[in-house]
Every structure is written in structure tokens, then in C-alpha cells.
């Protein structure tokens, strides 16, 4: 009998033991399963928040392509222009252009009235496309008087800087210019 009692005694230890290791083993489970509950709800708004913002940028791209597609009426010469500092630079060229068409259509059209009127001496002395008449003088708009000198800047230049104005037929205000006397 002592050797059962020994017996079961063993038993009980050994019984105690795998409880204390089961329950131990229960508790671990438990922190597992919380710990895998929160990685799946974490990784839920990850996924809600990666959708979100996919959505986002989507709609960015979508947004920013619409705002590089040429309107209707755009010319083929401004569709590779992106940034603003290209558009500036094809607009300062465009007005480039313009202002060397306009200098060409004024140098032309005094040509033209010279040939036309070959026995009147015409004096074009003062006048230029820029200029304007106010209270019957000849002026340049304050508006334009940065283009004038940038303008007889570049036709002195052009000119080899000989020193010969007789062609420079751009306008002076009164007191500028060359000598009344």
C-alpha cells in the first residue's frame, strides 16, 4: 500500500507539474492570441490607410496629368512645357518676337514712305515705334522706356559700335538726345 500511495503521490507531482505547464502554455496562448489580434487589426488600418492614400496619389496623378493636357485651341509649340519657368521663357521669346516684328513693320513702312516720297526730304528724326505724341511732343511711355534702352543697346551693338547714330531712329523725349542747336 505504501507503494501505491508512493505511487499516486508520484503521480500527483507529475500531475501537477503538466498542470502548471498547460496552464502556463494557456496563459502564453492567450498573449499570442491578443498579440495576433492586434497585428490583424493593425494591419486592417494599415491596409485602410494604404487604400486611402493609393487613393490619394491616384487622384493626384489623375489631377496633375489634367493639368499638362493641352486645351483645344493650345499650338503644338507649348505642349512640351511643364514647368512654370519654361512657360515664362517661351513667353519672354514670344514677346521677343513680337517686338522684333513690330521694330521690322516700323523700320519697313518709313523705308516704304521714304521710296514713295522721293523728292520730300521726310524727317524721321525723334520718332520710333515706342513713342507717342503728349501735348505735341514726341515721348516714350514710361511703360517702354526699359525696352527703348535695351532696344538702342542692342542696335548700338549690331551697328559694331561705330559711333554712327544716323540710323537710330528711335524717339527722345525733349531735352534728351541730340542738340536743337
Not at 39 to 53: I, R
Not at 121 to 126: I, W
Request: hydrophobic share 35%; aromatic share 4%.
Amino acid at each position: 500500500m505504501e507503494a501505491e500511495v508512493l505511487k499516486l503521490e508520484g503521480e500527483a507531482i507529475d500531475l501537477r507539474g503538466k498542470q502548471e505547464n498547460y496552464i502556463a502554455q494557456l496563459q502564453e496562448i492567450r498573449e499570442m492570441k491578443a498579440a495576433l489580434e492586434k497585428a490583424e487589426k493593425d494591419l486592417g488600418d494599415l491596409k485602410t490607410d494604404h487604400a486611402e492614400e493609393k487613393r490619394k496619389l491616384e487622384d493626384e496623378v489623375r489631377d496633375l496629368k489634367l493639368a499638362i493636357t493641352p486645351d483645344a485651341d493650345e499650338p503644338e509649340s507649348t505642349w512640351g512645357l511643364i514647368t512654370r519657368a519654361e512657360l515664362v521663357a517661351r513667353i519672354r521669346k514670344l514677346g521677343d518676337d513680337v517686338f522684333k516684328g513690330a521694330k521690322y513693320s516700323w523700320e519697313n513702312t518709313l523705308a516704304l514712305l521714304q521710296i514713295v516720297n522721293l523728292n520730300v526730304k521726310l524727317n524721321t528724326e525723334g520718332t520710333g515705334m515706342l513713342c507717342t505724341v503728349e501735348n505735341g511732343q514726341i515721348v516714350i511711355p514710361d511703360k517702354y522706356k526699359q525696352m527703348e534702352m535695351e532696344a538702342q543697346e542692342k542696335d548700338l551693338e549690331e551697328e559694331g559700335d561705330d559711333g554712327n547714330d544716323e540710323d537710330n531712329q528711335e524717339c527722345r523725349e525733349e531735352g534728351h538726345g541730340e542738340s536743337d542747336g
